[in-house]
């Protein structure tokens, strides 16, 4: 049974030095801050690697951050992997839960978020998330 999470978040991106790799390519680097609210009340911590083109509204990014805290009652942990672009304005989500990341009552968790961003930068997530095997 696939279950539908939803609620807003906060999220703060501190700049991090690049790896010389990651300069020469002219990507930045972000360390990961958020907090989860609503049917998933949670922290995370990752890394994002981000580069915009010259072209207005067009980026791409990649990530990884672990989520801690409580989704629908169960506790526990798990990773989320993005992968996303945006093309002229037009955005290409993919965020997934890297499979067998969850831990505790989140075990056996996978799932899809995607991420809204209102035209005053309010931050708001839907997470389609199937549960097998766990309890709250």
Not at 11 to 28: F, K
Not at 41 to 70: I, Q
Not at 85 to 106: F, H, K, N
Request: glycine share 12%; with cysteine; net charge negative.
């Amino acid at each position: 049974m696939v279950h539908i999470a939803s609620g807003k978040f906060d999220v703060q991106l501190s700049p991090q030095p690049a790896t010389e790799a990651a300069s020469q390519a002219g990507l930045g680097r972000m360390a990961i801050d958020k907090r989860f609210h609503g049917a998933l009340e949670a922290v995370s911590a990752g890394e994002m690697l981000a580069c915009r083109s010259a072209v207005t509204g067009s980026a791409g990014y990649v990530a990884m951050e672990k989520v801690s805290g409580t989704l629908d009652g169960h506790a526990g942990s798990f990773v989320l992997q993005h992968s996303s672009t945006m093309e002229r304005g037009v955005p290409t989500q993919s965020i997934t839960v890297v499979p067998d990341s969850a831990t505790e009552a989140l075990a056996g968790l996978a799932g899809r978020m995607t991420i809204d961003i209102a035209p005053g930068g309010a931050h708001s997530y839907r997470f389609d998330y199937t549960l097998s095997g766990a309890a709250p």
